[in-house]
């Protein structure tokens, strides 16, 4: 009896992990860009320069946030899928961060008035650690299949494939 080969599903995790950790990354780098700038606009010196204005300043903060993540995962995390930027991959990528945005606040939202839970501990669980999680999946998701897609033969893994089936035993 032979064993199934197994070198497709390997190839296929291995490519996964790898752009996943720097998927995670830069996403990292996003939130720090964030808070930093956002506290800076708010708190810089005591009182900031927008701290009379925090929506205003988190929308800045979010913005400069969106723009490294999306340099970053344009050069970085895809790399190989070579379509040049454009205003629809833009429009994408904005429309998934909004997508995101609304799973946050739908976790928030669902703890605090479906659950009456309104303590700081529950906020942070619902909204930052399982609304983050959530987002944070559904973004990976919708970058590789809707924002920054392959085209068959440019991705490495189609090649593999493709090449994989040639060179099969016959039985």
Known sequence: ??????????????????????????????????????????FAGGSGPLHSEPLLAKTIAVIAGLIVTYSGNKLLTYRDRKAPISWGQVVRYG?????????????????????????????????????????TGLRYVLYTLWVFPHSPGEDPITFIEEHHEDSAPRS
């Open 1 to 42: 009896m032979r064993l199934p080969d197994t070198t497709h599903m390997r190839d296929f995790l291995i490519r996964n992990l790898r752009r996943g950790g720097i998927f995670l990354a830069i996403g990292g780098l996003g939130f720090v860009i964030d808070a930093v700038v956002y506290n800076v606009l708010v």
């Open 95 to 135: 429309v998934v961060n909004v997508l995101a945005v609304l799973v946050q606040l739908g976790c928030l939202g669902f703890s605090r008035y479906v659950l009456g839970f309104d303590t700081p501990l529950a906020d942070n669980i619902s909204g930052t650690l399982i609304g983050q999680a959530l987002a």
